[in-house]
C-alpha cells in the first residue's frame, strides 16, 4: 500500500496537480494538508471520478485537512480528543482528520505555525503536539489502547527536527521551527512508541520537503524539512521505501511543499 502526504496550500487550486500526482504514482492513501476551503467547497467530484473516497474537515480560508483513498475510508474523526482550541473566543481549529484506509489509521495533521516566540500561538502549537502525543501513546498502548494497531500520524508538522533540516541555521535564529522546546515536543512521539519512518529510510542531509516562494529559494535548494510521519511499530515493520518528491515543487503553480510518500509491504 502506498500512502502519502502533501501540503497542497489550496486544494481548490491545485485538484489537477493533486489528480495527475495520485495517477502518476499510484497512491492509495493521500493526507492533505492547508487544503484552505470549507468542506462544502472542497473538489471531491474530480477524487471520487478518480476512484477515491474523501473525508474533508475545513471551516473556511485557512488551515483545513483531508483524506482521500481508494483502499477504503472508515471511522472518519474531525480533530482528536483533547486537541487544543485557539483564539479569543476558542475554535477548534481544522487541523486533524483520522479515517482507516485499508487497516491503517492515518491522521492527516497541519500543527500549528507558531508565529512568533512570545506569541501565543507558539504555546498553543506545544499543547497541540503534546495533547496529539498523549492520544497516540494511548492508541498504542497496551492498558488503553491496542498495541499492533497500525497508525501512521502524516503531515506538515512545522518543526526542523535538526539543523540540517534547514538550509542556514543562522537564518533562523530567534524564531520558530527550530527551538528547544518544538523539537522535544517533536522528538516526544519516539517515546511514545512511534518511528519517524521518513527519516529512517531518507536520512541524507538536505532532503527538504518545503521552499518558501520568495527569494529564489527553491532554485537555490534553501529549503526546509518539516514534513514527517510518525508510524506505529506495526507500520514501521512494513514500511519499505520513502520517497520525496521534489519535482513536484517544479511546473506552474506548484504547492511550497512537496509530497512524501511511504510505501509498505502487504
Same mark, same amino acid.
Given at each position: ?6 501540503? /497542497? ?5 491545485? =485538484? ?10 499510484? =497512491? ?16 471531491? #467530484? ?5 476512484? !477515491? ?7 473556511? %480560508? ?22 487544543? =482550541?485557539?483564539? #479569543? ?5 481544522? $487541523? ?13 495533521? !497541519? ?12 504555546? @498553543?502549537? +506545544?499543547?497541540?503536539? &503534546?495533547?496529539?502525543?498523549? $492520544?497516540?501513546?494511548?492508541? /498504542? ?8 494497531? %497500525? ?27 527550530? =527551538? ?13 512508541? !512511534?518511528?519517524? /519512518?521518513?527519516?529512517? +529510510?531518507?536520512?541524507?542531509? $538536505?532532503? !527538504?520537503? @518545503?521552499?518558501? @516562494?520568495?527569494?529564489? &529559494? ?11 510521519? @510518525? ?16 519535482? #513536484?515543487?517544479?511546473? $506552474? ?10 510505501? +509498505?509491504?502487504?
Amino acid at each position: 500500500m502506498r500512502l502519502a502526504t502533501w501540503n /497542497i496550500n489550496s486544494v481548490r487550486s491545485r =485538484t489537477d496537480r493533486a489528480i495527475a500526482f495520485l495517477e502518476r504514482t499510484g =497512491t492509495d492513501v493521500l493526507a492533505l494538508q492547508e487544503t484552505k476551503c470549507k468542506d462544502e467547497q472542497f473538489p471531491r #467530484e474530480a477524487f471520487e471520478a478518480a476512484g !477515491y473516497e474523501v473525508a474533508t474537515f475545513g471551516f473556511s %480560508q485557512w488551515n483545513g485537512v483531508a483524506v482521500v483513498s481508494r483502499v477504503g475510508l472508515h471511522d472518519v474523526e474531525r480533530g482528536f480528543p483533547g486537541q487544543p =482550541t485557539f483564539g #479569543e473566543v476558542p475554535v477548534l481549529e481544522a $487541523r486533524a482528520i483520522g479515517a482507516t484506509c485499508g487497516g491503517v489509521r492515518v491522521w492527516s495533521l !497541519y500543527v500549528p505555525h507558531g508565529r512568533a516566540l512570545g506569541n501565543p500561538h507558539y504555546d @498553543y502549537k +506545544l499543547e497541540f503536539l &503534546r495533547q496529539l502525543k498523549d $492520544r497516540a501513546a494511548e492508541w /498504542i498502548s497496551p492498558e488503553s489502547g491496542d498495541p499492533m494497531a %497500525q497508525v501512521a500520524l502524516m503531515g506538515d508538522w512545522n518543526v526542523a527536527p535538526t539543523d540540517t533540516d534547514v538550509w542556514d541555521l543562522a537564518a533562523f535564529a530567534g524564531q520558530t521551527h527550530v =527551538t528547544p522546546p518544538e523539537r522535544a515536543a517533536f522528538a516526544a512521539f519516539a517515546s511514545a512508541g !512511534y518511528t519517524e /519512518i521518513t527519516r529512517e +529510510l531518507v536520512p541524507e542531509e $538536505r532532503r !527538504y520537503t @518545503y521552499w518558501d @516562494y520568495q527569494r529564489l &529559494r527553491f532554485p537555490r535548494n534553501e529549503g526546509m524539512r518539516i514534513d514527517f510521519a @510518525y508510524v506505529s511499530p506495526t507500520v514501521a515493520k512494513r514500511a519499505e521505501v520513502v520517497t520525496i518528491e521534489r519535482d #513536484e515543487r517544479k511546473g $506552474r503553480s506548484p504547492s511550497d511543499h512537496v509530497p512524501v510518500v511511504l510505501d +509498505l509491504a502487504e
